[in-house]
Antibody, heavy 122, light 112 residues
Framework: QVQLQQSGPGLVKPSQTLSLTCVISGDSVSGNSAAWTWIRQSPSRGLEWLGRTYYRSKWYSDYAVSVKSRISINPDTSKNQFSLQLDAVTPEDTAVYYC????????????WGQGTLVTVSS | DIVMTQSPFSLPVTPGEPASISCRSSQSLLDSNGNNYLDWYLQKPGQSPQLLIYLSSNRASGVPDRFSGSGSGTDFTLKISRVEAEDVGVYYCMQALQLPLAFGGGTKVEIK
């Protein structure tokens, strides 16, 4: 059974970097049937896909245009996890952040992390 | 980018009665392989979203058969044949055809 466990700070100051980690159990971050994704949810923007990383003979990443200049999603094969970094945050980045497993062939999110509320405030 | 629109915004339901949620996409979600790339998720209060339906009409593992999905192209429907108390929450459709993946605004189902 795949499980995703998120960790990271719940409070980040404006202009600083938001960093979250998602530890995978029951699957491999290097597996070729999934993509490892970050999604956020806020009252103003709803559920918003942020980006993903996946391995198909080499590592790939895709990002939402709205955050492309500020975001990085990176795998860590030694710890079987992946991370989100979002630079230069503003209060508009306040949201619940979720990691999720994207089942590539059937194109759906079949496993989600528990969510992390990140507040951007001084 | 594909935009997803759901209706209604809120849906009060009586236990045992049917319920229906509509989802419309700004572009067709029908791929050349014949699949409609439309998913449905339910977010129960205080929880992460969970998959209900994928490829427009396929129930995810463990999803009760009172849930059904239908539709093709740009118009899709999620139906609950007989609503139970545990079905309360916010239902989201999501287009899975192309990046960026996009969710609808959600439909809140609550018990009358």
């Amino acid at each position: 059974q795949v499980q995703l466990q998120q960790s990271g700070p719940g409070l980040v100051k404006p202009s600083q970097t938001l960093s979250l980690t998602c530890v995978i159990s029951g699957d491999s971050v290097s597996g070729n049937s999934a993509a490892w994704t970050w999604i956020r949810q806020s009252p103003s923007r709803g559920l918003e896909w942020l980006g993903r990383t996946y391995y198909r003979s080499k590592w790939y990443s895709d990002y939402a245009v709205s955050v492309k200049s500020r975001i990085s999603i990176n795998p860590d094969t030694s710890k079987n996890q992946f991370s989100l970094q979002l630079d230069a945050v503003t209060p508009e980045d306040t949201a619940v952040y979720y990691c999720a497993r994207w089942a590539h062939e059937e194109r759906h999110f079949d496993h989600w992390g528990q969510g992390t509320l990140v507040t951007v405030s001084s | 980018d594909i935009v997803m629109t759901q209706s209604p915004f809120s849906l009060p339901v009586t236990p045992g009665e049917p319920a229906s949620i509509s989802c419309r996409s700004s572009q067709s979600l029908l791929d050349s392989n014949g699949n409609n790339y439309l998913d449905w998720y339910l977010q129960k209060p205080g929880q992460s979203p969970q998959l209900l339906i994928y490829l427009s009409s396929n129930r995810a593992s463990g999803v009760p058969d009172r849930f059904s999905g239908s539709g093709s192209g740009t118009d899709f429907t999620l139906k609950i044949s007989r609503v139970e108390a545990e079905d309360v929450g916010v239902y989201y459709c999501m287009q899975a055809l192309q990046l960026p993946l996009a969710f609808g605004g959600g439909t809140k189902v609550e018990i009358k």
